[in-house]
Each structure stands twice: as C-alpha cells, then as structure tokens.
C-alpha cells in the first residue's frame, strides 16, 4: 500500500469526525434545500414539507438520464482542445498535460439541448425530476469516490496528495487520496471540477426558466437576472479554464468524497436554488431594482475578473506590461507577490468579488424569504475557510515574505473589516 514519506500534515475539517458528519450533512441539506425551495412556506430553517420515500427519489430512468449527462460531457472533454495546458510541477518534477475545451464544451451543449428543444424535447420538466436526478448524483458520487480510493491503493507514493492520507479510512475517502486520478491522459478531478457540474447547472436554471415561461406565460424579469448572471458566471469560468490548474482543489486536495459530491452534487442542484425558488414564489421586480442588481453583478464581477486575471497574467510573464508596473515582494522561491493593484486592496479581492456577486444573485429573489440567501451564507463560510486554508499553505511557502505580505495587506477579504 502505498503511504507519504514525511511529515503528516494537521488534519483538516475536523478531522474524522468532521469529515464523517459532513458526509452525512452535506447530501442532507442538498435534500433539504430541493424540498422547502418548492414549499409554500420555503423556511430555510424549518423542516422539509415532507421526506420524499424511495420511490421519489429511486428511478433507473433518471440514473440512465444522469449518467448520459456524464457520458456526453465527457465525450466533449476528449474532442481535441484549441489548446493543452501544462499544470503546476509535481512532486516528481513533471507536469500533467490538461486539455482547453471546456467553453467548447459549453457551446456545444447548448447546440445540442437548443436542437434537441426544437424537435420537441420537453426541458421545462427539469424541475420535476431534480429529486431523482440529485440522488442519482449523490450515489454516482459516493461510488466513485469509493473507486478512487480503491485506485489509490495501488498508485505510487508521488501520486498522493498531500492532505487525505492520514491511514484514517473516513478523513481520506472524505478528501481524497490521490492528488490528479486519471486513466490514459483523462484527469477526472479536472474533469468533475468543471464540465458536468457547472454546465448542469445553467440547464438546470433554464429548465425553471422554461417551466415558469410555461406556467406564467413569460419568465419574470428576476429569473431572467439570474439565469443571466448564472451563465456569465460559469461561461467566465470556462473561458478561463486553464486558471483552475492552480487551484488548490487541482495543486493540493486530493479527490475524493469532497469534490466528488461538491463537483456532481453540490453544484448543479443547491446553486440553482435561487431559480428553484423563483418557479415556485414568483417574486415581482422593478426596473429600477433590476438595474442596481444588474450594477451590483458587474461591480462584482469587474473585481472577480479584474483580481483573477491580474494574479494569472503576473503568474505567467511578470513582465507582461499589463502587469510589470507593479509593486512586488520577492520571496525565497524565486516567486513574487504582488502588494499593489487589485492584491494590494486585500489579500484575496477575487474572494470579495465573488461574494458581491453572490449576493447579487439573490436580491432578485426579494427579500421576504432567507431561502435564497443560503448561497451567500454558505459561499461566505466556504470562502472565509478557504482563505484560512490558503494562508497555512502559502505561510509554508513563502514563510517570511507571506508575514511581509500580510503586514503591508492587513485586511483578507473585506477592507477595514475582515
Ligand atoms: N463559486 C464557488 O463555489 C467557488 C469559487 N471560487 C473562486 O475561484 C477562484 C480561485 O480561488 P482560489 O483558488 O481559492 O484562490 P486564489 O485564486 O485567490 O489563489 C490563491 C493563490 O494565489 C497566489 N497568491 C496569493 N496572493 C498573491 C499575491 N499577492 N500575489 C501573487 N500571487 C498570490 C498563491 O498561490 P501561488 O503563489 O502558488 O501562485 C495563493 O495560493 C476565486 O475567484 C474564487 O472566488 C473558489 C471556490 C469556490
Ligand atoms: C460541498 C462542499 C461544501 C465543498 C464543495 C466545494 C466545491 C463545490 C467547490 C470547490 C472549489 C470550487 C471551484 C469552483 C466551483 C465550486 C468548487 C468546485 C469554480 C469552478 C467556480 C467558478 C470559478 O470561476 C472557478 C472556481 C474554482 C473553484
């Protein structure tokens, strides 16, 4: 079997008991979420309208439709990319190659579903199936993270993450063991992290547009917002693909139960919820309203994208002149941080664009209800937990110039605040 030479890193999440309880609690609120979005009263904290048996949540048709769903994307992933992208150095000194083809992927998906609808293809029962299709999702992904484990077992020592290799079974089927699992050159954490999720996803939200456009005779103003700013936000994503390859869900988490279930799961069915909810309390909005979320979104989305490219072109060519004009600190790794421009405001500005943007995301849904402002209380924690994370991880990196760094950026998320 094969182990990590060294020191073992602090156990993360709670360690086992952490891990085990999150195994448990994350489908559940997944389920709870699909249940009180399409409750009169939709209480975010109040109990499901009822506990949905096996026969709701168990069809061989809807694990067929899931699995078709994934079969496709994939499909897409292995069509020759525009371009292959060399990952981060591994332990061994070599790098992985990734295919570019994710936005490919996207506008290939939305020829085949608009062809598919023209010939009579029923999208608008989407909603109707979410409670099947996210069990599906659930099982498909604890299976898997189980034959990852299975396949860590036989994979080299410098295969293995860094993290999720305590010899605790639940910790590591909970974070992964293997850093970068792949058959041939197919990478399935790359894969999961941002192709049947994210893509599903933005159906799953058209799928509601379409039923309320047939319920009600057109969308409401605010399930067009949010189908609008949904796509902007994954399309972003996978134009930008080759940013996720320095990630520390690609550099240093291993995949297991985690990003198996956040990936499948997680994504597609709780990200929705705004739409989920806006099919089932229709929510009335104004111009005026409208126009200072849409304002909010690209305040948003102009620090996430502006922060984003800022570190990833500093990251590729230091002297590229968009960035070479900015205020460095050296570190011992032959690296630079960037201590002015968008990472001179906070230590992580792409964080605090993306929580603008969650919250632009739910003001269309009014604000009479909590429901839909679980994204932003959940993504506020991940993201706070995330920072957290990436602060031990680049304190072991850089030591002293990251003490330097957090000196002259004393704020991480929010200025003056947090
Ligand atoms: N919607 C969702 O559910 C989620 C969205 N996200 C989004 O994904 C994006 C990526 O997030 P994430 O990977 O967590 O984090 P970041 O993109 O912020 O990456 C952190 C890394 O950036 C480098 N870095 C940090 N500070 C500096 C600096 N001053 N100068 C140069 N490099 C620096 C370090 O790596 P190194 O030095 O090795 O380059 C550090 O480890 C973000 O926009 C985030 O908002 C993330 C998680 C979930
Ligand atoms: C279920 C758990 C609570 C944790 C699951 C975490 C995952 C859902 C996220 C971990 C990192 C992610 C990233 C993205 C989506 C969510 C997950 C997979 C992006 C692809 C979202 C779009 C951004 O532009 C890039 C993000 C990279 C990290």
């Not at 948003?300 to 600190?329: H, M, W």
Request: glycine residues 8%; charged residues 15%.
């Amino acid at each position: 079997m094969a182990s990590l030479q060294g020191s073992r890193p602090p156990l993360e999440f709670g360690g086992p008991l952490g891990a085990a309880a999150l195994m448990l609690l994350l489908p559940a609120t997944m389920f709870h979420l699909l249940l009180v979005a399409r409750s009169g009263p939709a209480r975010l904290l109040g109990l499901p309208p009822y506990l949905p048996g096996p026969e709701v949540l168990w069809s061989p048709q809807m694990l067929l439709l899931w699995l078709t769903w994934l079969g496709l994307q994939a499909a897409f992933y292995l069509l020759p990319a525009r371009k292959v992208a060399e990952g981060q150095e591994l332990k061994d000194k070599s790098r992985l190659r990734y295919p570019i083809n994710g936005f490919q992927a996207l506008v290939l998906t939305a020829l085949l579903v608009g062809l598919a609808v023209c010939a009579g293809l029923p999208l608008g029962a989407l909603p109707e199936m979410l409670l099947p299709l996210a069990f599906a999702a659930t099982l498909t992904a604890f299976i898997f993270s189980l034959l990852l484990y299975l396949k860590a077992l036989v994979a080299p020592a410098s295969a293995l993450a860094p993290g999720g290799n305590s010899g605790n079974p639940i910790y590591d089927f909970f974070l992964g063991r293997e850093l970068n699992p792949r058959i041939w050159s197919f990478d399935f954490k790359y894969f999961c992290e941002l192709r049947p999720g994210l893509i599903g996803w933005v159906l799953i939200n058209l799928g509601l547009l379409m039923q309320e456009a047939e319920l009600r005779g057109t969308p409401s103003l605010a399930m067009w917002l949010v189908n609008g700013f949904q796509l902007l936000y994954v399309a972003d994503a996978l134009w930008h693909e080759e940013a996720v390859l320095t990630t520390m869900d690609i550099t240093h988490d291993g995949f297991g139960f985690m990003l198996a279930f956040g990936d499948l799961a997680w994504v597609p069915f709780t990200y929705s919820l705004q739409a989920q909810f806006l099919l089932h309390h229709p929510q009335p909005l104004g111009l005026p309203m409208a126009s200072v979320i849409c304002l909010m979104n690209a305040v948003g989305y102009y620090i996430f994208r502006g922060a984003n490219s800022q570190k990833n072109t500093f990251r590729k060519n230091p002297s590229d002149p968009r960035v070479a004009g900015l205020e460095t600190i050296p570190t011992a790794t032959g690296r630079q941080l960037l201590v002015s421009g968008w990472w001179g405001m906070v230590r992580h500005p792409n964080y605090l664009g993306d929580l603008i943007m969650a919250l632009a995301w739910s003001l269309p849904c009014g604000v009479s209800h909590l429901l839909p402002y679980f994204y932003v209380l959940y993504f506020t924690a991940l993201l706070v937990h995330r920072e957290a994370r990436d602060e031990q991880q680049c304190l072991r990196k850089y030591g002293l110039a990251w003490r330097e760094y957090c000196r002259r950026v004393p704020y991480r998320i929010l200025p003056y605040v947090y």
